[in-house]
Each structure stands twice: as structure tokens, then as C-alpha cells.
């Protein structure tokens, strides 16, 4: 279904492949509230399988106990997922903690959700819950003038999960996979990603309007200089979103400039990308001419990592970017911007240290007690 050009998710019957009303109506919600139609996607995803379960097991999904919530929970991280080899075979695959608590978190906004709805009973949500007093407070954290706000609700059905930080490419790494591309367009997304650290959304919802790569845009009413591109959020055909509410211009060097006109001249081949509107679109697949969505990236990113011999994701660019930037001593404040990050908090995933640094570190003070000891 489609709501103002965007794509909406509905959960279905597996079998009968009847609208279930009250799953498809939460995701509604989402949509109406603003939440990116990716979020959405994965939520449907998520809300079918609690769905499915519960029809398995014979449970009433609005009248789950936190008992059934919980066995849900070990039943995700204990039951095999489905082969990705034609006619299965090969090892079981299974999914981790982090993934369960992803997937109950969903099930418990769902069930709030039922709450308000009128669906769920409010006792559910109280026994989901439990007051924990924070001691250690998180960076921007307002406790309040009392330490009122200490004292928060958390959620009491989880695994306990080791934060695995957060992955980029490094300098080197960003070569490979550029030099790994077969057509203009490839390479111009990979550094369009790398040198302005945008996100997937964001660039999959570029128009060719926000693409000011002149030295002086004010012939186009821009009073930003030099070459920029506009990040700006509204709804896309192919639900490609931005998640920051807030626009934002971020500059690009010449070479992307040159990318990109080389990309222009490769679209241009194509008649059917003549009407769309977004910068990114299919050339070599069908169909044709239409903006590039979240799905056909991650192909193309499977098959680029594939020949640079390395893993790499859409948002490890980002990531890579924003590592670069902190490493050369620019000031987190222009990160933030650049970013497109609200909370000052947002920033500390990428302030680490790397392995040749403290590599460094360890040598020089063995050198130091090497040298006392003389």
C-alpha cells in the first residue's frame, strides 16, 4: 500500500494471507508519527515473527504473560534460521543477544502500543518494567535538580549483550572498495558516502536540486560557497529517508564534483532516468531509470566487497568518515554538524582509539622502564 508516494508495511496471515488489523495498524502509527520507512520495514518483520510465534504456540498475542515473553526470547536465540543455500545444507546459523533484545524491544513497543489502542491490558506493561536508579549517568544526561530523574523504567525481559562497537573502513580500505567499482556511478555513491558521511537514506534521497557543486551557487538562490550538497528530509518513492529532521548542506570535494559529472554522462545513456527526480538510480538492472532503493545498494555493496576482499556496509563509510575527521583533530562540533547528529552524546561511538595507538602507548612506557633500569 502507499501513503503520499511512500511504501507502507502490513502484517499478513502466513497462511491465509489475511491482514492481521491490529499488527498493521502499529505500523501505520509509525508512519504517521514520522519513523523512517526502513524502521518500518524491519518492525513488520519483527512484529510478524512474534505474531507467527504466538499463533504456533497457541497464544493470544494481547494477553501474553512475561513468562511467554520470555521463553520468545530464548526461542529466537535457540531456533535456526533459514538456510541461505539453495536445498540448505552447510552450518546452522543462529541469531545473537543483541539481535533477541532488538526484536523484544520491538514486541514491547507493539504491545504498548496495544495498551494505548485499548487491546492490552496495562498490568502487561507494568510487569514488563522495573524502576533502575542510574549511577553512572550517561554523557548530556539531566538528572534533575534533585536526582529526580535518576530513577528510570527498564526493561525487564533482555539478554545481557556486550556492546560490539561500531565498524568503518579506514582510508585504505575506502580505496580498495572505490577501486573495486565497474561504472561511474558506483564509484561516485562509495565517495559520495566517504566524503560527506551522510547516511544511506540521505543519499538515496538526494535530488538532482541538491546537488550545488559549483563554486558559487548563488545563481541557484544558495548562499552557501563552494561546492555542497543539500541534505534535505522528505518522503521519496523509494522510501529512502533522512533521519535527520533538521536540513542541512554539506561540502564536497572537486573530485566528487568530477565523479559526478562523469556519473551524469553515464546516466544519460539510459532515456528512462531522464523523469526521476533522485540523484541514484538503476542503470543496469531493471527497472530501469527508477530511483535506487535500500535493497539494490546492499547488493551492490555485496558485490563490491566481494572484490576488494573486505566487509563493507553502506554505513561504514559513514562511520569511516566521521573516524577520519576525529583522528585529524577536527573539532567535534563540526562533526556533529557534518553528521547531521542532534546530542553531543551522539559523537562518543566514534572517539576511539586505535590498535596502533596503543601499541604505541605500551611500547613507549616498556621503553621508559627499560631505560630505568639501566
Not at 65 to 79: D, G, N, P, S
Not at 105 to 111: D, K, Q
Request: glycine residues 8%; positive net charge; hydrophobic residues 40%.
Amino acid at each position: 500500500m502507499f501513503s503520499r508516494d511512500r511504501a507502507g508495511w502490513v502484517v499478513v496471515g502466513a497462511d491465509d494471507y489475511v491482514l492481521h488489523r491490529e499488527g498493521s495498524l502499529f505500523l501505520a502509527g509509525l508512519r504517521e508519527a514520522g519513523r523512517a520507512s526502513n524502521t518500518e520495514r524491519t518492525y513488520a518483520g519483527r512484529t510478524a515473527l512474534f505474531l507467527s510465534y504466538c499463533a504456533f504456540e497457541r497464544v493470544e498475542w494481547a494477553r501474553v504473560t512475561v513468562w511467554q515473553l520470555a521463553r520468545f526470547m530464548h526461542w529466537l536465540v535457540e531456533t535456526p534460521l533459514p538456510s541461505r543455500t539453495r536445498g540448505g545444507g552447510g552450518l546452522d546459523r543462529f541469531r545473537d543477544a543483541n539481535t533477541a533484545n532488538a526484536i523484544v524491544g520491538t514486541v514491547c513497543e507493539f504491545l504498548r502500543f496495544g495498551v494505548r489502542m485499548g487491546w492490552v491490558e496495562q498490568e502487561l506493561l507494568t510487569q514488563l518494567n522495573e524502576p533502575r536508579y542510574l549511577r553512572f549517568l550517561p554523557p548530556g544526561f539531566d538528572p534533575g535538580e534533585r536526582g529526580q530523574r535518576r530513577t528510570v523504567r527498564s526493561r525487564l525481559i533482555k539478554f545481557a549483550s556486550v556492546d560490539a562497537g561500531i565498524e568503518w573502513l579506514t582510508v585504505e580500505q575506502v580505496a580498495r572498495l572505490a577501486d573495486a567499482t565497474r561504472h561511474a556511478r558506483d564509484r561516485f555513491l562509495v565517495l559520495l558516502l566517504w566524503c560527506t558521511g551522510i547516511r544511506i537514506g540521505e543519499a538515496l534521497g538526494l535530488h538532482r536540486e541538491d546537488m550545488h557543486l559549483l563554486a558559487d551557487s548563488q545563481s541557484l538562490g544558495c548562499q552557501v560557497k563552494g561546492p555542497h550538497v543539500h541534505v534535505r528530509r522528505r518522503l521519496n518513492s523509494n522510501g529512502a529517508w533522512a533521519k535527520s529532521r533538521r536540513p542541512r548542506a554539506v561540502p564536497v570535494t572537486s573530485e566528487l564534483g568530477a565523479c559526478y559529472a562523469d556519473y551524469l554522462y553515464e546516466r544519460a545513456a539510459v532515456p528512462q532516468a531522464e523523469g526521476t527526480v533522485q540523484v541514484l538510480v538503476n542503470l543496469f538492472r531493471e527497472p530501469r531509470g527508477r530511483a535506487m532503493t535500500y535493497s539494490s545498494v546492499k547488493g551492490l555493496f555485496d558485490r563490491l566487497a566481494r572484490r576488494a576482499d573486505l566487509t563493507a556496509r553502506p554505513h561504514m563509510l559513514r562511520h569511516g568518515a566521521a573516524t577520519e575527521w576525529i583522528s585529524q583533530g577536527t573539532d567535534r562540533s563540526v562533526v556533529k554538524d557534518l553528521l547531521g547528529h542532534v546530542s553531543d552524546s551522539s559523537m562518543d561511538a566514534y572517539v576511539h582509539v586505535s590498535d596502533g595507538a596503543k601499541r604505541a602507548a605500551v611500547e613507549r612506557a616498556d621503553a621508559r622502564r627499560r631505560g630505568a633500569a639501566r
